[in-house]
C-alpha cells in the first residue's frame, strides 16, 4: 500500500509541475514527444526493411509485411501498464518459435492442450521438487525425440534444395561442359594424370623435399581460371595455404605437391565449389576450375 501511495504522491508531482509550467512548456513537450516518436519508428521501420530486403523470396512469401505490421501493431499498441500481461505475452512469444519448430518437423502440437497444461501448472498452490524432477525427465526425453525429427526435417530439406540446384539447367550444363573440357585436355596431353576423385593434374616442374600432405602448409603462388579462360582469382606475391582450408580439389593437389613444384589443377565442380558455386566470384554451380599452382615454401605436416 505504502508503494501505491507513493507512485500515487510522484504523480501527483509531476501532474502539478505540469499544470504550472503553462500552455508553451506543453506545447514544447509534445513536439519533442511527436518528434521521437516519429523518429523511433521511422529508423527501426528502416532497419527492419532493410533486413528484409535481403531474404530470398520463398522466405519473403511466409513473412508478407501485412503480417508483420499487423503483430508489431498488436504489441506496442498494449498497455504498458499491463505488466502481468506484457511478461505473459513474452513468454507465449518464446513458446511459440518452439512450436512452430515442432509442426515444421511435421510433430502435430496441440496448442490448446498446451495451454491447459501450462495454466493448470502455473496456477499450483505449490509443486514438489519430486514433481518438477519427473516432469522435466520426461519432458527431456521427448524433446530429445523432437529435436531427432526437426533435425530429419532439415536434412531432408537441404537435400531436397541441393537436388534441386544439381538438376537446374545451368549446374547440367556446366557439369557437362567441365567435364568434356577435361576429357579434351587428357587427349591431347597425355601427361595430365587424374586421381581415384576425378582431380586431373599436369606437373609443370618437380620441387624438392618433402611434400605438403594433408595437414602441412605452403605460401604459394596461384591464378585461377574458368575454363572459358576468365581468370576468376589470382596470387602472384604468395600466399599461406593449408589443404584443410581449401575446396578439396585444390587440397588434393596442394597436398601432392613440395617446394618448387609448379602444377596445373583441373578440378570438376563437385571438387570445387558444388552446386552452390561462388556467384561473387562469377563461379557458376558445378563449374570445373583450372589452377596453375606454385609452391615457394613448405612445411610438411606432421
Do not use: H, W
Amino acid at each position: 500500500m505504502k508503494k501505491i501511495l507513493a507512485v500515487c504522491g510522484i504523480a501527483a508531482t509531476l501532474l502539478a509541475s505540469s499544470c504550472s509550467n503553462g500552455g508553451s512548456s506543453a506545447a514544447a513537450d509534445q513536439g519533442f514527444a511527436d518528434s521521437l516518436s516519429s523518429y523511433l519508428g521511422m529508423t527501426q521501420g528502416m532497419r527492419l526493411s532493410s533486413d528484409y530486403n535481403t531474404i530470398p523470396d520463398d522466405q519473403k512469401a511466409a513473412l508478407k509485411k501485412d503480417d508483420i505490421l499487423r503483430g508489431f501493431k498488436q504489441v506496442i499498441m498494449t498497455d504498458t501498464t499491463q505488466q502481468g500481461y506484457l511478461t505473459g505475452l513474452s513468454f507465449g512469444l518464446q513458446l511459440a518459435g518452439q512450436l512452430y519448430r515442432y509442426e515444421q518437423a511435421g510433430i502435430p502440437v496441440d496448442r490448446a492442450k498446451v495451454y491447459e497444461a501450462y495454466s493448470k501448472a502455473f496456477n499450483s498452490d505449490s509443486i514438489s521438487v519430486e514433481e518438477m524432477r519427473e516432469a522435466q525427465t520426461t519432458f527431456q526425453m521427448l524433446a530429445q525425440q523432437a529435436q531427432q525429427k526437426i533435425m530429419e526435417y532439415y536434412q531432408a530439406q537441404e537435400e531436397a534444395a541441393k537436388a534441386a540446384k544439381e538438376n537446374s539447367p545451368e549446374a547440367k550444363e556446366n557439369k557437362e561442359k567441365g567435364a568434356a573440357f577435361i576429357k579434351d585436355a587428357i587427349a591431347k596431353d597425355p601427361s595430365i594424370k587424374t586421381t581415384e576423385s576425378g582431380l586431373a593434374y599436369k606437373v609443370i616442374s618437380e620441387g624438392t623435399g618433402e611434400t605438403v600432405g594433408k595437414t602441412g602448409n605452403a605460401v604459394v603462388k596461384y591464378k585461377g581460371q574458368l575454363i572459358d579462360g576468365t581468370v576468376f582469382d589470382s596470387n602472384d606475391q604468395g600466399v599461406t595455404l593449408s589443404p584443410r582450408g581449401t575446396v578439396p580439389g585444390f587440397a588434393e593437389g596442394l597436398a601432392m605437391m613440395n617446394k618448387g613444384a609448379k602444377y596445373v589443377l583441373y578440378i570438376p565442380g563437385e571438387l570445387a565449389y558444388g552446386v552452390d558455386g561462388q556467384p561473387q566470384a562469377g563461379i557458376g554451380p558445378n563449374s570445373t576450375l583450372v589452377f596453375e599452382v606454385e609452391a615457394v615454401e613448405v612445411t610438411p605436416g606432421k
